[in-house]
């Protein structure tokens, strides 16, 4: 960083503070993971100058010949790699592509089903905070109070009688694997589309690691980054029929020009899932979560639906008399991050909430195994048994930059290797 350290040596002791951070703490927030240097490479590249308003060979500008082979790359690498009919690799974030969705088949005032964002779904499935809540008419499904899973029959009882003109399935956690063939009987049955939102298990699906649901839903929405360990941004895969009200609701209808090195490291990280080792990875983050999951259940932990399909858990710590936002920074203090999280049914405020949430893309992409898992939940267990000795906090977060340096961030497995 020689040129920016000269012109701005305050934005790159940021950015090298960070990296620090990242080096030596455990991170276990289950939405973020590291990109590979080639994908770091494309989004630093000189695709940051063009503008590109449009699409391939249908653009607003001239000079365009070269970002157009890469956004078409993005397009049909993403097309292969999850069987997709079509593809927009346009979308800036995963709430923009969930819009673009809603938009272009919906009317304000519409209804919509999604996940309860207090049992797991997100923001921009209806809920009231966001502007998906208030431009159509939201209702929500949930989880069993018993089970804390979904409740498929009360999802199905709930679309009988609201005739929703579109069901969106995903969650941003809830760690069950989700049954799309389900929601597309249910969605059938009423008249419904399915979208289905995999932001969090893209990667996953990508690796065969989780059931798609490509072959069930009109349309499929997912960020790149978390588990598919790409940039920041999103993408949209859909049925032909719906190709071009997609692609004319995301430019001009949403978006303007597109960010070009974005859609070059998008194709990047598409390149890379079709690797043989990524699949080992996407199955890798699996065995780890679950390997964490049954560590922390031994101790005595009360995990959400007691176990986890996919990359990540939720542990409700209303039997140890914590918060979840006490135990998040206690553990961030000991070098151990994650998030502090709602639990089903929860009676906290989402400020302060009962449990946390634990993913594992980042430890698995750094190389950790089940046996740094067993690890790791012994250091959680310590900080959570012992949440207001920071001497404590101190020693282990010590000994967590020791363990750190056995499993460097970089290189990151990439297409080349």
């Not at 097309?79 to 709430?95: D, I, M, R, Y």
């Not at 780890?288 to 007691?306: F, P, R, S, W």
């Not at 404590?392 to 290189?411: D, G, H, N, S």
Request: charged letters at 25%; hydrophobic letters at 40%; proline letters at 4%.
């Amino acid at each position: 960083m020689s040129a920016l350290m000269k012109t701005d040596p305050e934005i790159a002791q940021s950015i090298l503070r960070e990296e620090e951070r990242e080096k030596n703490k455990i991170i276990l927030i289950a939405s973020e993971n590291y990109t590979s240097q080639a994908v770091l490479e494309a989004q630093g590249s000189i695709f940051s100058n063009k503008y590109a308003e449009g699409y391939p060979a249908k653009r607003f500008y001239e000079g365009c010949e070269f970002v157009d082979q890469a956004e078409s790359l993005a397009i049909e690498r993403a097309k292969t790699l999850f069987k997709a009919e079509h593809c927009n690799v346009q979308p800036l974030s995963g709430t923009i592509a969930n819009l673009a969705v809603y938009l272009s088949v919906l009317k304000p005032g519409d209804r919509i089903l999604g996940m309860n964002l207090s049992h797991g779904g997100h923001l921009s499935h209806g809920a009231s905070a966001s502007f998906t809540g208030r431009i159509f008419e939201s209702f929500h499904y949930g989880v069993s109070r018993d089970t804390y899973l979904i409740d498929y029959d009360e999802v199905r009882d709930m679309a009988r009688k609201l005739s929703p003109r579109i069901i969106v399935t995903g969650a941003s956690s809830y760690s069950r694997t989700i049954d799309f063939k389900r929601f597309r009987d249910i969605a059938d049955e009423v008249g419904a589309l399915l979208m289905a939102d995999i932001a969090h298990i893209a990667g996953l699906v990508a690796a065969d690691a989780h059931p798609s649901p490509v072959p069930y839903a009109d349309f499929v929405t997912t960020t790149t980054h978390k588990t598919l360990r790409g940039p920041r941004g999103a993408f949209i895969l859909c049925k032909k029929e719906y190709a071009s009200k997609i692609d004319s609701t995301v430019f001009p209808g949403l978006q303007g020009g597109p960010f070009m090195n974005i859609i070059a490291a998008k194709a990047v990280c598409f390149r890379e899932a079709q690797n043989g080792q990524f699949k080992q990875y996407g199955q890798q983050i699996v065995k780890n979560a679950q390997a964490l999951c049954d560590a922390l259940k031994g101790k005595g932990y009360e995990i959400v639906t007691g176990t986890t399909d996919n990359h990540l858990f939720l542990v409700d710590l209303t039997n140890r008399g914590l918060t979840g936002r006490d135990a998040a920074r206690a553990l961030d203090k000991a070098g151990i991050t994650l998030n502090k999280n709602v639990i089903p049914f929860d009676t906290q405020s989402p400020y302060v909430t009962s449990g946390i949430r634990i993913g594992t893309p980042i430890v698995t992409t750094r190389g950790m195994k089940e046996d740094a898992m067993q690890t790791i939940a012994g250091w959680i267990d310590l900080i959570l048994s012992n949440s207001s000795d920071e001497t404590l906090q101190k020693k282990t977060a010590a000994e967590v930059r020791e363990f750190c340096r056995a499993y460097p961030i970089r290189p990151v497995i990439s297409s080349g290797e």
